[in-house]
């Protein structure tokens, strides 16, 4: 049986979320430049794109940019910006073949014009489409984004527009960048790193983990088909007992 047989249809997490990462280390393990890297990664968003959209997964959050890796040096950042831009017009095309939306989260609003006009184009372009979303975090950190949040929240104190004792998780989720998108049952990281840096820290409360060793350049569908099996094999208990879940004998 192939990988993509062994995933169950009824079981598909509705969102995936992926830190893309190991496009330096891929490059530099070649003697290339770490931007030689980010340029092979994009044949893995690629492919990954089109697998979960066939699929049928409804969300796909790839993190492209954090809001620290404005710290990287200057050249690595014009590279990443303009292959962004060259990415974006390039695969449109790719978007609409396969009737998936683009949207994007984090401060958008810094990234460089160019950036900025040809990615408000292809969601524009896109916004009709009724398959996958694919969610860019741009410029994106769960830490400024729930920080915005709290900003805008007690904005509305000040105004009287809302009251203290009213904000429950609910009402804060909707001051979230993410606001109406459904939380990531899965989140995958490639490269052999364990940590988040700084990624959907509120959303992936009960998200499943998985870990790759595959650095990004190299990650293909069957990847995505792996930890999604990976996925569908474990119990997800959201701190009630195995029991429960399983509605045998609720007292036990
Ligand atoms: C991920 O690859 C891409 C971005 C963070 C933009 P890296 O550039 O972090 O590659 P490594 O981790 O240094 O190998
Ligand atoms: C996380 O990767 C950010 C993205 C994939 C865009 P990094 O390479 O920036 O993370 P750290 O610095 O290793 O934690
Ligand atoms: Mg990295």
Known sequence: MSLKQQINPDKLPQHIAIIMD????????????????????VA???????????????????YAFSTENWMRPRTEIDALMSLLV??????????????????????????????GKYLKKAIMDTKAN????????????????????????????EKGELKAENIDSNLFESFLNTAGIPEPELLIRTSGEYRIS????????????????????DF?????????????????????TSSQIKNVNVNS
């Open 22 to 41: 190991g496009n330096g280390r891929w490059a530099q393990k070649r003697g290339n430049n770490r931007v030689f890297g980010h340029q092979n990664g």
């Open 86 to 115: 060259s990415t974006i017009n390039k695969e449109t095309k790719t978007l609409q073949d396969n009737n998936i939306r683009l949207s994007a989260i984090g401060d958008i609003n810094s990234l460089p014009k160019s950036v």
């Open 220 to 240: 293909r569908r069957e990847h995505l088909y792996e930890a999604i099996i990976s996925f569908q094999n474990r119990e997800r208990r959201f701190g009630k």
């Open 130 to 157: 009724t398959g996958l979303v694919l969610i860019l975090a741009l410029s994106y950190s769960s830490r400024w984004e729930i920080t915005n949040a709290v900003k805008q929240i007690a904005e509305r104190i």
């Open 198 to 217: 700084n990624f959907l820290l509120w959303q992936i409360a009960y998200s499943e983990l998985y870990f790759s060793d595959t650095l990004w350049p």
């Open 44 to 62: 893995a968003v690629r492919d990954t794109v089109e697998a979960a959209a066939e699929l049928g997964l409804g969300y796909l959050t790839l």
